[in-house]
């Protein structure tokens, strides 16, 4: 998984973090999370602010 695959990336923390509303998450705590995902293979620096905005977005959108 690469930081491009927003929407894989918003269905695996929803089924990773299910309890949480992802509109609180501070971007420091998604990045983590992001790179803790099983399967995630990308550089680490590359998930920069509007790449975390995405996926947060994605995952809101995935709970709605």
């Not at 949480?20 to 602010?49: C, K, M, S, Y």
């Amino acid at each position: 998984m690469k930081w491009s695959d927003i929407h894989s990336i918003a269905q695996e923390l929803a089924d990773a973090h299910p309890d949480v509303d992802p509109g609180t998450v501070r971007f420091i705590d998604l990045h983590n999370w992001v790179v803790a995902l099983p399967g995630f293979d990308d550089d680490h620096q590359r998930g920069g602010e509007k790449v975390l905005e995405a996926i947060q977005q994605a995952w809101i959108d995935e709970v709605d």
